[in-house]
T-cell receptor, first 112, second 112 residues
Framework: DAKTTQPNSMESNEEEPVHLPCNHS???????IHWYRQLPSQGPEYVIH???SNVNNRMASLAIAEDRKSSTLILHRATLRDAAVYYC?????????????FGQGTRLTINP | NAGVMQNPRHLVRRRGQEARLRCSPM?????VYWYRQLPEEGLKFMVY????????ESGMPKERFSAEFPKEGPSILRIQQVVRGDSAAYFC??????????FGPGTRLTVL
């Protein structure tokens, strides 16, 4: 499985934008970039995904580098409820299986 | 539309006992995945099932662990003769044929 690298932790202030980076230099042409987050004591929650173009949804934006070797999850205006571990995952479909390979993720702390 | 349901939410077992963890997927989802999360670690894939079939069990320990997803009823993850190292949070996710995985709240297993 192609690997992703994320900072262990990041800190930001409430109501400010947050940029969470992810490196995936061994990404293949058919790998989608997915982001999930896990709030304390909860299961992971889907945030956003993309292939080549930048993506926006109600939760966040995903900026993908032109060479696809890195991406950035953008929370436009962080709230205390955004404090979570954020996982950047490359999703590859292998013989029909669609398992997710989680790394250590980035623990995001939001200061009031 | 109810989300993925898991029960029990907390399970305490003594060493040598059996643990049965249940997962009811979201309505309309025929794909179920089990993941394990040890304390302070990311989630690790265990097994991927469709109705009555195990598709990928590459993450399952070779002994004591089994999973099923019968035609009727929830998916079951069964751990026989539990040991302290089995203490973890076990998450189930479901998805439609292609699409995002939705996670349940998890079962926290404690082995005394």
């Amino acid at each position: 499985d192609a690997k992703t690298t994320q900072p262990n932790s990041m800190e930001s202030n409430e109501e400010e934008p947050v940029h969470l980076p992810c490196n995936h230099s061994t990404i293949s042409g058919t790998d989608y970039i997915h982001w999930y987050r896990q709030l304390p004591s909860q299961g992971p929650e889907y945030v956003i995904h993309g292939l080549t173009s930048n993506v926006n949804n109600r939760m966040a934006s995903l900026a993908i580098a032109e060479d696809r070797k890195s991406s950035t999850l953008i929370l436009h205006r962080a709230t205390l409820r955004d404090a979570a571990v954020y996982y950047c995952i490359l999703r590859r479909i292998i013989q029909g299986a669609q398992k997710l390979v989680f790394g250590q993720g980035t623990r995001l702390t939001i200061n009031p | 539309n109810a989300g993925v349901m898991q029960n029990p939410r907390h399970l305490v077992r003594r060493r040598g006992q059996e643990a049965r963890l249940r997962c009811s997927p979201m309505k309309g989802h025929s794909h179920v995945y089990w993941y394990r999360q040890l304390p302070e670690e990311g989630l690790k894939f265990m097994v991927y099932l469709q109705k009555e079939n195990i598709i990928d069990e590459s993450g399952m320990p070779k002994e004591r662990f089994s999973a099923e997803f019968p035609k009727e009823g929830p998916s079951i993850l069964r751990i026989q003769q539990v040991v302290r190292g089995d203490s973890a949070a076990y998450f189930c996710a479901s998805s439609p044929l292609s699409g995002e995985q939705f996670f349940g709240p998890g079962t926290r297993l404690t082995v005394l």
